[in-house]
């Protein structure tokens, strides 16, 4: 059974910074696409940021030159290194991947808070 394991949230200042990180792990065959999306309070599940196997990477534009997403595909890991963390950017982070096993779907993590407050 596929797992995605998400870590490295918590409390931090506006302007401080936070590295998430997310390990897949179970049967698995090949991922494709890995990723991390938030969703804050009354507010609809956003993408963040996107990276494929072969390292192209897409963010959003509230994330731009802040934000940095980054893989080890030994690993099977996603990070997402945030920076200048704002008060907007206060929401739960989910991990996403789409990977065989052997079906090819999308699986994703628990969720991990992330809260940017003085």
């Known amino acids: 059974q596929v797992q995605l394991v998400e870590s490295g949230g918590g409390l931090v200042q506006p302007g401080g910074s936070l590295r998430l990180s997310c390990a897949a792990s179970?049967?698995?065959?090949?991922?494709?696409?890995m990723g991390w999306y938030r969703q804050a309070p009354g507010k609809q599940r956003e993408l963040v940021a996107d990276?494929?196997?072969?390292?192209?990477?897409h963010y959003a534009d509230s994330v731009k030159g802040r934000f940095t997403i980054s893989r080890d595909n030994a690993k099977n890991t996603v990070y997402l290194q945030m920076n200048s963390l704002k008060p907007e950017d206060t929401a739960v982070y989910y991990c996403?991947?789409?990977?065989?096993?052997?079906?090819?779907?999308?699986?994703w993590g628990q969720g991990t808070q992330v809260t940017v407050s003085s």
């Open positions: 990276i494929t196997s072969g390292g192209s990477t």
């Open positions: 179970g049967r698995i065959f090949s991922i494709n696409s």
């Open positions: 996403n991947a789409e990977l065989e096993s052997p079906a090819w779907r999308e699986y």
